[in-house]
T-cell receptor
Framework: SAVISQKPSRDICQRGTSLTIQCQVDSQVTMMFWYRQQPGQSLTLIATANQGSEATYESGFVIDKFPISRPNLTFSTLTVSNMSPEDSSIYLC???????????FGPGTRLTVT | GQQVMQIPQYQHVQEGEDFTTYCNSSTTLSNIQWYKQRPGGHPVFLIQLVKSGEVKKQKRLTFQFGEAKKNSSLHITATQTTDVGTYFCAGVFTNAGKSTFGDGTTLTVKP
């Protein structure tokens, strides 16, 4: 398993601004993901954060809007840029600590854009 | 794109009743995982199924993977109020390298 922390836990931001979310894992992991979850909805994968290379984005998500950094095997950041109210959501990071698809999620960052 | 369909969306039961949620895919999955998300919490891994026809049990929870590896189910026997939450399946399509989550089934239990 893995213990994951995220900062901030929640934030209220004004439209047009940017917010950077941090994800810290207590052990080195190869695979790290960023998800978005609207209230009462399922999880939507934003991107896979690759260590030492550019993130791999899913359809509908672009690097200019959601730049991701992965400087090492225990840390990643997701920035939500030029925010609009539609970006209000919970953002979760997750990791695959082993060789299976058993994912462990961080506690999430609840973002409200006004 | 490839999708994992999950039904029902909501299930309300009386405490002590059984509960089942189903996941279906139109194409073969290499494996499937199940997660539970409590209200206000984050998804927590429950189990992974890999083999065709696999059945795994965790106390009152029984997980099945279909023979064709296109469907799966989670069955809870004699629900308790602690079972409340949303149960997600997440399937991995062959060579996908990532999980695709179903829409989840939200279980409420009336004491």
């Amino acid at each position: 398993s893995a213990v994951i922390s995220q900062k901030p836990s929640r934030d209220i931001c004004q439209r047009g601004t940017s917010l950077t979310i941090q994800c810290q894992v207590d052990s080195q992991v190869t695979m790290m993901f960023w998800y978005r979850q609207q209230p009462g909805q399922s999880l939507t994968l934003i991107a896979t954060a690759n260590q030492g290379s550019e993130a791999t984005y899913e359809s509908g998500f672009v690097i200019d809007k959601f730049p991701i950094s992965r400087p090492n095997l225990t840390f990643s950041t997701l920035t939500v840029s030029n925010m609009s109210p539609e970006d209000s959501s919970i953002y979760l990071c997750s990791v695959l600590p082993g060789h299976s698809y058993e994912q462990y999620f961080g506690p999430g960052t609840r973002l409200t854009v006004t | 794109g490839q999708q994992v369909m999950q039904i029902p969306q909501y299930q309300h039961v009386q405490e002590g009743e059984d509960f089942t949620t189903y996941c279906n895919s139109s194409t073969t999955l290499s494996n499937i995982q199940w997660y539970k998300q409590r209200p206000g919490g984050h998804p927590v891994f429950l189990i992974q199924l890999v083999k065709s026809g696999e059945v795994k049990k965790q106390k009152r929870l029984t997980f099945q993977f279909g023979e064709a590896k296109k469907n799966s189910s989670l069955h809870i026997t004699a629900t308790q109020t602690t079972d409340v939450g949303t149960y997600f399946c997440a399937g991995v399509f062959t060579n996908a390298g990532k999980s695709t989550f179903g829409d989840g089934t939200t279980l409420t239990v009336k004491p």
